[in-house]
Nanobody
Framework: EVQLVESGGGLVQAGGSLRLSCAAS????????IGWFRQAPGKEREGVSC????????YYADSVKGRFTISRDSAKNTVYLQMNSLQPEDTAVYYC???????????????WGQGTQVTVSS
């Protein structure tokens, strides 16, 4: 059974940092692309970043470039999202997702986690 479990969300002041984790199980980690998405209340789900586990290639949304860094630890089957210089507009539920083929920021991924809340206060 494929499982993606996010953790690391919380409440942080503007300018602060958080590191999200996505622990994956039930599939061959290095075969997949892992993406991070977010959804704020009343808004559509937005792609944030993704990484190809096999070679570490990455892609970022313009809104987070230079502030967020995605990485993976294949030994732990885990993908991280380091978020720096957080702003109130980053407030959302953050989801990780996995797909065998697709790499990008559209929500085309086959498997999804349950999400973790990130709240940035001004």
């Amino acid at each position: 059974e494929v499982q993606l479990v996010e953790s690391g969300g919380g409440l942080v002041q503007a300018g602060g940092s958080l590191r999200l984790s996505c622990a994956a199980s039930g599939f061959t980690f290095d075969d997949y692309v892992i993406g991070w998405f977010r959804q704020a209340p009343g808004k559509e789900r937005e792609g944030v970043s993704c990484i190809r586990a096999s070679d570490g290639s990455t892609y970022y949304a313009d809104s987070v470039k230079g502030r967020f860094t995605i990485s993976r630890d294949s030994a732990k089957n885990t993908v991280y999202l380091q978020m720096n210089s957080l702003q109130p507009e980053d407030t959302a539920v953050y989801y990780c997702a996995a797909d065998l083929v697709y790499m990008g920021l559209w929500p085309e991924y086959d498997y999804w986690g349950q999400g973790t809340q990130v709240t940035v206060s001004s």
